[in-house]
């Protein structure tokens, strides 16, 4: 069963833009806010060379990374095809404007680099 943990309110992320929450261990989470007030989290590591995906521009439910212009699923991870590759997607429950994580997710979800969605075979710095 989900431990959810709250965050922020749904107002402290900027609309079409992100929050990262600090995480005790592993790399941080990125949290956007699409122009119809959805909330989507994903690790802040983009799928390809590691771009910080918080720092993006968000569209519809997409972020496109600041480095290259990937295009990545805010509900999946995935990248737009033809790119490939993916980055941990994290659970989300807004309730009466409250965004809750996962607390188990948020501990254990891609601690480890190496499963950051590259499974260590692209060149980005880790
Ligand atoms: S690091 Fe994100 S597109 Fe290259």
Known sequence: MSEWKAICQVSDIPTLGARRVQRAAGPQVALFRTADDRVFALLDRCPH??????????????????LHGWNIALDTGRAHAPDEGATPAFSVKVDNGTVYLDNQELTSLAIDPVDSGCGGACVCSH
């Open 49 to 66: 060379k590691a771009g910080q995906l918080s720092q993006g521009l968000v569209h519809g439910t997409a972020v496109t990374c600041p």
